[in-house]
């Protein structure tokens, strides 16, 4: 049986990755730092979405997208498994937006979801 690579949980589209990029060149990372991408409680819809520069924690699962290290609590694969984030810079909206395909209700603002 031939060993299969783990899914990657999240993903960044083309745009959001260039936006992170830019973030982490006008102000350099602490050494051990990387984006965190998660979940917490709260929110109108129940979950809100996280995201961060942080240190790795020991509960942390660490992937690699487009060159960038991602840190995300391993509990959070549930809610997170093949999400997408993007960055919108347009008049309706801007910033980072998340598509989670395990989100049953989200919020107007998009910012917190339920599954």
Same mark, same amino acid.
């Given at each position: 049986?031939?060993?299969? &690579?783990? &899914?990657?949980?999240?993903?960044? !589209?083309? !745009?959001?990755?260039?936006?992170? %990029?830019?973030?982490?060149?006008?102000?350099?990372?602490? &050494?051990?730092?990387?984006?965190?991408?998660?979940? %917490?409680?709260?929110?109108?819809?129940?979950?809100?979405?996280?995201?961060?520069?942080?240190?790795?924690? &020991?509960?942390?699962?660490?992937?690699?997208?487009?060159?960038?290290?991602?840190?995300?609590?391993? %509990?959070?694969?549930?809610?997170?498994?093949?999400?997408?984030?993007?960055?919108?810079?347009?008049?309706?909206?801007?910033?980072?937006?998340?598509?989670?395909?395990?989100?049953?209700? !989200?919020?107007?603002?998009?910012?917190?979801?339920?599954?």
């Amino acid at each position: 049986m031939q060993a299969t &690579e783990l &899914e990657t949980p999240v993903r960044l !589209t083309e !745009t959001a990755a260039g936006e992170i %990029r830019k973030i982490m060149a006008a102000k350099p990372l602490p &050494e051990g730092f990387a984006l965190r991408v998660g979940v %917490r409680g709260g929110g109108c819809s129940g979950m809100s979405y996280m995201l961060g520069f942080d240190r790795k924690r &020991e509960q942390d699962i660490a992937f690699d997208v487009d060159g960038i290290t991602i840190y995300m609590d391993r %509990r959070h694969g549930l809610y997170l498994m093949g999400t997408t984030v993007d960055y919108q810079d347009g008049l309706q909206a801007r910033g980072f937006t998340f598509d989670n395909p395990n989100a049953t209700s !989200t919020c107007g603002c998009g910012s917190s979801f339920s599954s």
